[in-house]
């Protein structure tokens, strides 16, 4: 082909319909449905957006702040005054850039550690939560000189807390999702929890305006990149339509201040919260968050100097090579999030408006739908349809549970049944093989999947040879005498297996079955003897609940 001939060259330009076909084909025999992926907030997320899909969008899902870019906010901690400032000098010589302070962790403060305190907050903001009215921080408040209150500035999550006069320029009124959210909300109940906030800390304003001065809000980031991306864009239109409902001429902007969730964070194969915590920090950068709090990878026991390191890093990484700090909205215009953000908002304010119809925030809090939440995600941690990598998949058994006393405990965390488990099995666990038959590479899938679903509560197995007979296996075990022993052979080879095996007698060991089979043969086969079955979409906790619990009674 010529040099001329290929620029005369051109390409057809496809529609929906085209790829559609070309998807359905691709499925071999699925339905189309099979790509949509339903989510826990009611949301179907479809396999391909397109412009023509966007102009069906109701609202207008572009949003923007005020400037672009954020605070990185990364918490210090320390026993008394003098640790806490030497780490926070530390810190911000290094990419910090603000006062981080958990009251839940109190610092012993003497009135030299004030007084250096009082030199750095009328130069770097602060973020205080969890603030009680005698926490003996609140004291570097009375130490400011008048004068210099105003430079001070920075968000306060407290329950009962007044400043002295002359801080206009710190915000003490709060929606905060942070509990409901590692209690099970997803992202439309977070954003209606927080408007309900809103309104009922309006109520202690004389005027819109200064409330909307003095309120922030704090959300945790999940891992579920696009949604949380999502929630942060729609928080900024759900705020518009709000003060809009109190006839204000201009709504300002009120600061976002995100926390990376610790909801799925897991003491196990702890490094791999710093995957998830760069995921949550870069959601909340796209969606638009004026400040960023990074936790520790080993935050649930015991941060170390490293970790503390590598979560600050987080951000200056994302900051420095990404680039996305110069840019207002950068998932702006992308037709998958302004559908989502869309959706999203529709959703938050409907509830948001059901919520309050129904008595507000304390009300729905006691009305148990909470805990529906929390417990659908519960079910789809310990079924596998929301993986929780190095905890319920891929679980690695070399690595060492932790062993430090230092533990931050957050209620509810996802992987608290999986970390239990693998305590309790590090103690004593059976001894455990898979009964392979046939050839490798036709048992070997199922072999595999049975010692990762083993692994993810702890237990250690062992394969045995690969079994020609029914009658092999029965003498092997004989001699090895295990306590625990499953079959894994190919889905046509197993019932022939598994009935010579019960016809031969299977000796005193604990026997389940990889795969899973119709309820007439699973009767069939229990009633001769088998335990039970282990497969793809087993709810693991009770599974590995129910092989402890046989095996410590046929100890008994």
Not at 238 to 266: C, H, M
Request: net charge negative; glycine share 8%; charged share 20%.
């Amino acid at each position: 082909m010529t040099i001329q001939k290929m620029k005369q060259t051109s390409f057809e330009k496809p529609d929906f319909s085209d790829w559609e076909k070309q998807a359905v084909q691709s499925l071999k025999g699925k339905p189309f449905e099979s790509l949509i992926t339903k989510t826990i907030e009611g949301i179907d997320l479809q396999p391909l957006y397109t412009k023509e899909q966007l102009e069906n969008v109701h609202i207008q899902s572009r949003v923007t702040k005020k400037n672009a870019g954020w605070t990185i906010a990364q918490e210090t901690i320390g026993t008394d005054g003098k640790s806490f400032l030497g780490n926070l000098q530390n810190s911000l010589a290094r990419g910090n850039e603000a006062v981080v302070y958990d009251g839940k962790q109190p610092v012993q403060w003497d009135e030299a550690s004030i007084g250096q305190l009082v030199k750095t907050i009328v130069k770097v903001p602060i973020v205080l939560s969890h603030v009680e009215a005698n926490d003996p921080i609140l004291t570097v408040f009375d130490a400011v000189p008048v004068a210099q209150r105003k430079n001070v500035s920075g968000l306060i999550l407290h329950t009962r807390v007044t400043l002295p006069a002359g801080y206009e320029n710190v915000r003490t009124a709060s929606g905060d999702a942070w509990s409901v959210h590692h209690n099970g909300a997803d992202a439309v109940t977070e954003l209606a929890l927080v408007l309900s906030q809103a309104a009922e800390a309006a109520t202690k304003y004389s005027a819109f305006d200064a409330f909307a001065k003095d309120f922030f809000v704090r959300f945790a980031v999940d891992t579920h990149f696009f949604m949380e991306v999502a929630k942060f864009r729609a928080f900024r239109l759900l705020w518009q339509a709000f003060g809009k409902a109190y006839d204000a001429n201009e709504i300002p902007d009120v600061p976002i201040l995100a926390t990376t969730s610790l909801r799925s964070y897991s003491k196990l194969d702890p490094h791999v919260n710093l995957l998830r915590a760069g995921n949550e920090a870069f959601a909340a950068v796209l969606g638009g968050a004026d400040v960023i709090t990074v936790y520790p990878h080993n935050v649930l026991t015991g941060s170390t100097e490293s970790a503390v390191r590598l979560a600050r890093n987080i951000q200056l990484v994302i900051r420095k090579e990404t680039h996305v700090g110069h840019v207002i909205d950068p998932a702006g215009g992308a037709y998958f999030m302004e559908a989502l953000t869309s959706e999203l908002v529709e959703k938050a304010w409907a509830r948001f408006l059901e919520i309050e119809a129904s008595g507000g925030t304390d009300a729905f809090l006691k009305s148990g739908q909470l805990a529906q939440l929390l417990a659908a995600r519960q079910v789809e941690v310990a079924t596998g349809k929301k993986a929780l990598i190095g905890t319920n998949v891929y679980a690695d058994l070399t690595e060492p549970l932790a062993q430090n006393d230092q533990q931050l405990l957050i209620a509810n965390r996802l992987a608290e049944p999986f970390e239990q488990l693998r305590e309790q099995f590090a103690v004593a666990q059976p001894q455990t093989v898979l009964l392979t038959f046939g050839e490798l590479k036709n048992f070997k899938p199922r072999a595999d999947f049975v010692e990762g679903f083993l692994a993810t509560g702890g237990i250690q197995s062992t394969w045995s040879p690969a079994f020609q007979s029914a009658q092999q296996a029965k003498e092997w075990l004989a001699q090895e005498k295990p306590d625990y022993a499953i079959v894994c052979a190919a889905s046509g080879e197993t019932e022939q297996f598994v009935e010579g095996l019960l016809q031969a007698g299977v000796p005193n060991v604990i026997l389940d079955i990889a795969g899973k089979y119709d309820d007439k043969l699973s009767q069939k086969w229990q009633q001769a003897g088998i335990n039970g079955f282990l497969y793809a979409g087993q709810h693991k906790v009770d599974k590995l609940l129910d092989i402890k619990s046989k095996w410590q009674g046929g100890r008994a």
